[in-house]
């Protein structure tokens, strides 16, 4: 008896430690359920085509929405997922190579690029005489390509910009005029220069930047090299420049060591940081996209209680390096039955002058969406000022915005005209799938460099370790 | 005779849901995995090689591997020697029939609170309130302890000192209740028995209660150990999801997933961890269960 026991807790100790093993497999488990879409659409009546739209934003419903007016055969399922803690990669994932793929998917630029880079996105490159005819902003579909082949597009460009508030740069600078701060600006020497005016003459109380984290884009952005070049780790020496600047700024407290997306970075945008004691302390600027506009830095603008606002107060300028930072972009699944059908639904949600106007100068209304699909949430309207990838359309429509609620915020200063000087300078030439791997491997090692509590060479190693635990097939130095 | 047989048959039967469920996700995920282990596939390209053990010859060679197993066993034994030593103290009290403690169930209750809070809570919870700008440097600044905020969330130390308490408190009323479903299953004549023979309260500890929830100690022991080489969640929220600062809190699963997370998906690389990790914890398992084994195993044969 006693030996049957044992042996049964043996057995059932094994399959408790099995489990450790089935984790990469976990996922699979779950997707099931994450195909039934949470938005059900209007149900499909006679012979509705059915085309499954995977999304980790909730936009592309909008265009979903329009597509299915223009096309009313087709029934859109979209699913929307979302990627707070990376379940919409994890699930995307999952169901390469099985029945559950979508037609269409969205794609982050976070992982857009390893996504092109693999055998699982169509070849879509018929479209691209679309974007050639709407003079899409070359980056934008540079980033769906790759080996020359095109795999994806994206309705938004997201040229970055920097953005600071007009009453401190008149404090400290004399002026608030966006032609004089960018000459003042104009490039990260300049930009440190004036980090330490801003702290003098604040009295160490004004920030220049929230985190260094703020402007490791704009680095990367403007290397030479991508980080792999033929199988082998490329440190480019725009690398070591902001690691430089990073160092400098966090050794002279130019910035506030506020995490990016943490409760004190938002604090700074509306006025209510403090620091540990109580005292109140600024944030002069914030390197932010053209989504960071109406997403970010808009609604963060106020305080929660609403005794603080910033609105008004801002002004955007270029800044010291051209560079651009996150945006969406639509593939086609290969397994796709309905590639045609997949193929319109790209080219209409980022290569169709119409939808891109609508979309950009708010006619996507709730009244609009209803109209077509009553079942629409009432918080689905597309409101105006979304940066398009198009040239044709953005020249169009930039005079349209002189008057926006983004203009008042930015003082009068027409941001869309802003962001349309800033796009055509943006490369992103050099981007690959293992970017967003290999930048993050470096956050951990580089913020313990700050701190003082490893040396540089000491980060690069740790860097290099944590690199060579994510891609075995790298050639490490 | 033959209806004997006949019967048996049903038996095969009833375990059936239990050895198709097993061999659908238990079986098969382990061999898929070892399978795995031995190839270069990443989810993100259809072809794919087998490599014999160069996944294993990478991993050893790797220091973070290295790091993530000392890690998982510093971070399992910190927090589940304080939990048996504080679990046993509540269970002995609790069960205590001199002491006759009031109110039990509430305090039963209140320490198993904590198991019940979804680990992403209690992980969103520290991480605010640990943060540059969060409550702990305010109040522990404004109070006067600390001249300037610490940032916490980047001192390996303190980051440590935190996964190794939330586990503890998520976990130590379990335990505790645990034992005292075993405590409580003694029958109490022995101990009056031992009473009666003049015997202390240790001595009554070390002779009756311990032999007697032996079993029960074993299913704690492994079952806390897997759950510990398996540490996930709390680590993984608590920072980054990478085990920073300075891979600190980086656990086997961390990098496990790390290695399924990465812009290709190695799942071959992630699934030779899990075959370490696996090997790991069956061989230290095992050497429990023989450790642990009755001793007298003559008598017990005898009983039967």
């Given amino acids: 008896m006693k030996r049957l026991f044992g042996f049964l807790a043996v057995l059932m100790v094994m399959s408790l430690v099995l489990g450790a093993c089935g984790t990469p497999a976990a996922p699979a488990t779950q997707a099931p359920a994450a195909t039934e879409p949470p938005a059900a659409e209007a149900p499909a009546t006679g012979e509705k085509t059915v085309l499954n739209v995977w999304s980790f934003t909730n936009e592309i419903l909008t265009m979903a929405v329009a597509f299915e007016k223009t096309h009313p055969n087709v029934d859109v399922v979209y699913t929307m997922i979302p990627m707070t803690n990376g379940e919409y990669q994890t699930k995307l994932l999952a169901t390469l190579g099985t029945a559950d793929v979508p037609d269409v998917v969205a794609l982050e630029a976070a ?44 309705y938004q ?114 006025d209510t940081l403090k620091d540990a004691a109580g005292n109140p302390k600024k944030v002069f600027s914030y390197f932010l996209p053209t989504w960071g506009l109406p997403y970010v830095l808009y609604p963060n603008s106020t305080s929660a209680d609403g005794s603080s606002t910033t609105k008004g107060d801002w002004a955007v300028v270029e800044g010291p390096l051209p560079y651009q930072w996150g945006g969406t972009w639509l593939g086609v699944m290969k397994e796709t039955k309905n590639m045609d059908l997949a193929k319109e639904f790209v080219r209409f949600c980022t290569l169709d002058e119409e939808n891109l106007t609508n979309w950009a100068t708010g006619v996507y209304t709730n009244e609009y969406l209803k109209a077509i699909d009553p079942t ?54 050099l981007m690959q799938g293992s970017d967003d791997a290999i930048q993050r491997a470096l956050n951990d090692p580089l913020n313990s460099y700050l701190e003082g509590t490893i040396t540089l060479d000491e980060m690069w190693t740790l860097w290099k370790d944590a690199v060579r635990n994510e891609f075995p097939d790298l050639v490490i130095e | 005779m033959k209806k004997k047989i006949r019967h048996d048959q049903y038996g095969y039967l009833f375990v059936a849901p239990f050895i198709i469920g097993f061999l659908i996700f238990g079986l098969y995920p382990v061999v898929n995995t070892i399978v795995l282990s031995f190839t270069d596939r990443t989810l993100m390209s259809s072809t794919w090689s087998f490599i014999g053990l160069k996944n294993f ?42 002491l006759k403690l009031k109110g039990v169930g509430v305090w039963r209750m209140i320490f198993y609170m904590p198991n019940l809070m979804m680990a992403s809570a209690v992980a969103a919870l520290f991480f605010s309130l640990f943060s540059f700008y969060g409550p702990v440097n305010q109040v522990l600044v404004r109070s006067g302890f600390l001249p300037e905020a610490i940032d916490f969330i980047r001192k390996p130390a303190i980051m440590r000192g935190l996964v190794v308490f939330i586990q503890w408190w998520m976990w130590f009323g379990q335990t505790t209740i645990l ?27 070390r002779m009756i209660t311990l032999p007697l929830i032996k079993p029960v100690l074993i299913y704690i022991l492994v079952t806390s150990l897997v759950g510990g080489m398996q540490m996930f969640d709390i680590p993984y929220l608590l920072t980054d999801g990478r085990g920073s600062p300075g891979n600190s809190i980086l656990t086997n699963t961390i990098n496990m997933y790390m290695k399924f997370h990465s812009s290709k998906g190695h799942i071959g690389a992630a699934s030779s961890v899990g075959l370490v990790v696996f090997l790991m914890t069956s061989v230290v398992a095992l050497l429990i269960f023989f450790l642990l084994r009755e001793k007298h195993d003559q008598p017990a044969k005898a009983e039967r």
């Fill in chain 1, 111 to 154: 992982f857009v690029k390893s996504y092109v880079e693999s055998d699982f996105l169509a070849d879509i490159g018929d479209l691209q005489k679309y974007a050639d005819e709407l003079k899409m902003y070359p980056f934008v579909y540079e980033v769906g390509m790759a080996n020359g082949i095109h795999k994806a597009y994206a």
């Fill in chain 1, 157 to 270: 460009a997201t040229p970055g910009a920097l953005f600071y508030r007009r009453s401190l740069a008149k404090e400290y600078f004399g002026t608030d005029d966006p032609v004089e701060i960018q000459k003042l600006l104009g490039d990260f020497d300049k930009y440190t220069a004036a980090a330490q005016v801003v702290k003098e003459k604040s009295g160490g109380n004004t920030f220049m930047v929230a985190s260094s984290g703020d402007f490791q884009n704009l680095f990367f952005a403007n290397r030479e090299q991508p980080w792999v070049v033929d199988g082998k780790l490329t440190v480019d020496p725009m690398v070591n420049k902001m690691i430089e600047t990073a160092k400098t700024f966090r050794d002279n407290g130019y910035e506030a060591r506020a995490t990016q997306w943490q409760e004190g970075w938002f604090a700074g945008m509306n």
């Fill in chain 1, 376 to 429: 629409v949430p009432d918080d689905q309207y597309q409101a105006a000022g979304d940066f398009v990838g198009s040239q044709v359309v953005v020249e169009k429509i930039t005079a349209s915005f002189d008057d926006s609620e983004m203009s008042k915020f930015l003082g009068g200063q027409n941001s869309y005209g802003g962001f349309a000087a800033a796009a055509p300078s943006v490369n992103a030439r």
């Fill in chain 2, 57 to 98: 010859q990478n991993l050893f060679a790797d220091s973070t591997f290295v790091t993530a197993i000392t890690n998982t066993w510093e971070l399992w034994l910190m927090n589940f020697i304080p939990q048996m030593v504080i679990a046993f103290l509540l269970a002995i009290w609790f069960t205590n029939n001199r």
């Fill in chain 2, 179 to 205: 034992l005292m479903a075993a405590m409580t299953a003694i029958s109490p004549s022995l101990y009056e028995a031992a009473l009666v023979d003049g015997a202390g309260t240790f001595q009554m500890f």
